[in-house]
C-alpha cells in the first residue's frame, strides 16, 4: 500500500486491490444517494441497490483482470474523503468503475488525483482502451471526464422493469 501526500490539501492517498472495498462503503453510499437524486428514470435502482450488491459485481470483475481502489484520507480528521476504482481487465479494457469525493472536499484537487492516478495505473497495467459511465442526471460530469479524454461515444438504453 503507497501513501503520498498533497501538500496543499494536507489530504494523503492510498491504495490497493479489492481487499479495501470495505473502506469506501460509506462514500459509495453517499454516491448511490447522489445517483438517487439526480436520477431521470431509476431512482427505484437506486433505492433498491446496496453495498453488498456493488461489491459482489466488482469482486466477480476483479476476477477477470486487476482492480484498484484509491482513497483520499483527511488525516485531521482520520476520515476517507474520497475514492476511486478502476479495473483492466486481461483483455486490456479498462474502465473507472467508480469516483466520489465529499461534497466539502471538492475543488481541492482530489477527484482530479484520484482520476489521473487510476489512469496511470490502467497504462501501467497495459490498458490499450479506457472508459467511465456516467448516470443520466449526473451530466455535469462530463466537464470533469472531458478534461482527461473522455467524451461521450454512444447512450446505452435500459428497459425499466
Known amino acids: 500500500m503507497k501513501c503520498a501526500k498533497n501538500q496543499m490539501t494536507a489530504i494523503t492517498y492510498h491504495s490497493g486491490d479489492e481487499t479495501l472495498l470495505d473502506e469506501i462503503q460509506e462514500l459509495w453510499?453517499?454516491?448511490?444517494?447522489?445517483?438517487?437524486?439526480?436520477?431521470?428514470?431509476?431512482?427505484?435502482?437506486?433505492?433498491?441497490?446496496?453495498?453488498?450488491?456493488?461489491?459482489?459485481?466488482?469482486?466477480?470483475?476483479?476476477?477477470?483482470?486487476?482492480?484498484?481502489?484509491?482513497?483520499?484520507?483527511?488525516?485531521?480528521?482520520?476520515?476517507?474523503?474520497?475514492?476511486?476504482?478502476?479495473?483492466?481487465?486481461?483483455?486490456?479494457d479498462a474502465e473507472m468503475e467508480s469516483l466520489y469525493v465529499l461534497e466539502k472536499y471538492r475543488g481541492m484537487g482530489l477527484g482530479e488525483k484520484l482520476l489521473s492516478n487510476a489512469i496511470t495505473w490502467m497504462d501501467e497495467m497495459g490498458a490499450h482502451s479506457k472508459t467511465v459511465s456516467v448516470a443520466v442526471g449526473n451530466e455535469k460530469a462530463f466537464s470533469f471526464y472531458e478534461r482527461f479524454g473522455f467524451y461521450p461515444r454512444k447512450t446505452l438504453l435500459e428497459q425499466i422493469k
Open 29 to 92: 453510499e453517499a454516491l448511490n444517494q447522489h445517483h438517487h437524486q439526480a436520477a431521470v428514470n431509476f431512482k427505484a435502482h437506486y433505492e433498491t441497490f446496496t453495498f453488498e450488491m456493488r461489491k459482489k459485481n466488482l469482486l466477480l470483475k476483479a476476477k477477470n483482470g486487476q482492480l484498484r481502489i484509491e482513497i483520499a484520507v483527511d488525516p485531521e480528521t482520520v476520515k476517507n474523503v474520497g475514492y476511486c476504482i478502476s479495473r483492466v481487465e486481461f483483455s486490456g
